[in-house]
């Protein structure tokens, strides 16, 4: 068994984006194939308020339905007629926005986590671009699961749709901000995930949450490759989800935690596991994390 510990003691920190850690003790150093933390401080765009007192209908709409987001400004404005080809659909249209569904970079043709991973996008022509999730998706449906980077969660569902627009258009990409719109005084997000690559053995991570720290959300993502492999995410030896993958291909599942399966003050332990189901399996992987919303007070 592989295991890390994480006491997370949040303190003032400034968060300089995907990648930046917050005031994290780590017991013991980042070895196997786990994420150590990573931290997104959450922000509200600056269009927002301005909207808000225009009555801008397409913000009015976004801000009832999104959750987690991330959003940026391409600095110049947009041709929307010519973005309208990212859209897997499209539920509102006007001369000045559009707002439908847009699919995951990476996750294009790996059956039934294709369109389950699909963000909503809101493009206006003055250059805007919000990627989100509805507000029912816990924050760890952002992971990218098929982009994993063991030393740490450098890529986002969210932030590669905003990259691969701004890439087919010449943009040069500007900073990319977080936001969610479900809880506007938080202004955090942490993601820790780990992996599990061999056969039988499984690989843990502790983490503990400080009482002191207002959490608004906890959630979980697990995510498997390859059918020939029965996979399993546990939280203190509950299981959050058990199963195989599609054949040759992406499984994701999601979902949010409560405060009784994970209290403040007690040290949790989320383990990835797999077995294969027949011989000759290779190129497996069992992937879980958790995501924290928090609000870190100075």
């Known amino acids: 068994m592989k ?6 003691r949040l303190v ?3 968060l300089l984006g995907m990648g930046a850690l917050i005031g994290l003790w780590v017991v013991s150093p ?27 209908a397409g913000v009015n709409f976004m801000e009832n339905e999104a959750g987690i987001s991330a959003y940026t400004n391409a600095g110049q404005a947009i041709d929307l007629n010519l973005v309208r080809t990212f859209y897997r659909s499209i539920e509102r249209s ?7 569904s847009v699919p995951a970079p990476g996750y294009v043709g790996v059956g039934d986590s294709e369109e389950q991973v699909d963000a909503h996008v809101y493009i ?7 990627a989100y999730y509805l507000k029912d998706a816990p924050a760890t449906k952002m992971i990218n699961w098929p982009n994993y980077n063991p030393d740490k969660l450098s890529r986002n569902n969210l932030s590669d749709i905003i990259k691969q627009i701004f890439a087919s258009f010449g943009i040069v990409s500007s900073a990319i901000a977080y936001y969610d719109f479900r809880y ?74 409560n405060t009784l399966q994970m209290p403040p003050d007690t040290l949790h332990t989320l383990a990835a596991s797999y077995n294969t189901l027949s011989s000759g399996v290779t190129n497996v992987g069992a992937y879980c994390a958790i995501g924290l919303v928090y609000r870190e007070t100075p």
């Open 30 to 56: 980042f070895a196997g194939e786990s994420a150590g933390p990573t931290s997104l401080a959450l922000k509200a765009p600056a269009f927002i308020s301005v909207a808000r007192a225009e009555a801008d």
């Open 124 to 130: 206006h022509r003055d250059g805007w671009i919000v």
């Open 184 to 257: 506007p005084n938080a202004n955090s997000l942490m993601l820790i995930a780990d992996l599990e690559t061999t056969n039988n053995e499984v690989d843990t991570f502790t983490l503990q949450i400080p009482g002191s720290v207002t959490v608004f959300e906890r959630s979980w993502s697990f995510a498997s490759y390859h059918s020939g492999a029965n996979s399993t995410c546990k939280l203190n030896q509950e299981v959050l989800f058990q199963g195989t993958a599609c054949f040759d291909c992406w499984r994701t599942k999601y979902g949010l935690l």
């Open 94 to 100: 006007t001369a000045d926005y559009i707002i439908g």
């Open 12 to 14: 003032a920190a400034a």
């Open 3 to 8: 295991s890390r510990t994480f006491l997370l």
